[in-house]
């Protein structure tokens, strides 16, 4: 049986029997914005209830817990948790923006998934070089490229070698994934082994390149942490790339910052330590308190402490 809802000032919208709201607005054309893919995982399809509720199946339980937390009152519904049983329903979308319709309706990209974005368990990995502003201010912008070029490529090596994926650069860090293809014990190893292989290549290089030609070495900083991100093309950013976010992001990137003050070049979650098959040797653990967790942080100590710098000698 096919049931007719007015969604109040766009169209009236055939609805299928077995086919959500949401399925029939964006069946229809309408840019009905559904950021978790019809999931019943956020807020954004909701609609307002205007006329005909009790011709609306009953909230899934998906939807009970929204409407719990949220405190919803009962004639807003989650367009992508309700059917139709009958005639005479009239919504009124919440969420509404011309954009949306440039993002969800227009967009070209084929596979929802990419394009809305999925749950993933990864192993998030940033690095950042230390001691860059000194070399910056003694040498000459053409070496200064150069030279990040050559620090960058070797990283990137690195990630590809461990099946890793860039998702950003910024100055002089960049943040990584790994996990896209694999599960996350083994995101875990990969990331491990490409933050040991870069911390070895980048002391060779120190040696064989940095220290002879231009008198400096580099160290970097390497924080590692596991969790469930979100992964897909959100369509933030100039250009359509990949974009894996969520709570776990932030706290690998702090886990990076915290090398410094820890003084080792590897600091890794305690939590994706304890995924490894073959453990690196700790130096210790230690604990650190992150903005928004109560409890400190148990994070494993992998890499070495940072050299202290000796007096400079003069560069031939
Ligand atoms: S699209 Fe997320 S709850 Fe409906």
Do not use: W
Request: with cysteine; charged share 20%; net charge positive.
């Amino acid at each position: 049986m096919t049931c007719h809802v007015n969604f109040k000032g766009e169209k009236v919208v055939p609805v299928e029997e077995g086919q959500t709201l949401l399925q029939a607005s964006l069946a229809a054309g309408i840019p009905h914005y559904h950021a978790c893919g019809g999931k019943g995982q956020c807020t954004t399809c909701r609609v307002l209830v205007l006329e005909g509720e009790e011709q609306l199946t009953a909230p899934t339980i998906y939807e009970r817990a929204i409407k719990n937390v949220k405190k919803f009152p009962d004639n807003v519904r989650l367009a992508c948790q309700s059917f139709v049983k009958g005639e005479s329903v009239v919504v009124h979308r919440l969420i509404r923006d011309e954009t949306d319709r440039y993002i969800f309706i227009d967009s070209n990209e084929a596979n929802t998934t990419t394009v809305m974005g999925e749950r993933r368990k990864m192993a998030l990995f940033f690095i950042d070089i230390r001691n860059f502003t000194p070399f910056i201010e003694t040498n000459l912008p053409f070496d200064v490229i150069h030279i990040m070029r050559r620090i960058f490529a070797l990283c990137r090596n690195a990630i590809a070698r461990y099946d890793g994926e860039i998702i950003d650069t910024a100055g002089d860090g960049l943040y990584a994934v790994f996990g896209l293809n694999s599960k996350i014990r083994q995101a875990a190893e990969s990331a491990v082994l490409a933050g040991l292989k870069i911390l070895e290549d980048i002391k060779i290089f120190n040696n064989t390149y940095m220290r002879p030609y231009f008198n400096h070495t580099f160290e970097v900083g390497i924080g590692v942490h596991v969790g469930k991100v979100i992964v897909g093309n959100v369509g933030i950013g100039l250009s359509n790339n990949l974009t894996v976010m969520g709570y776990p992001v932030n706290i690998a990137a702090r886990l990076q910052a915290a090398t410094k003050e820890l003084d080792n070049s590897f600091v890794i979650s305690a939590i994706a330590y304890r995924l490894l098959k073959n453990p690196p040797y700790s130096v210790g653990c230690s604990y650190l308190n992150l903005k928004g967790v109560s409890n400190a942080y148990e994070v494993k100590l992998i890499g070495k402490p940072y050299e202290k710098k000796q007096a400079a000698a003069i560069q031939l």
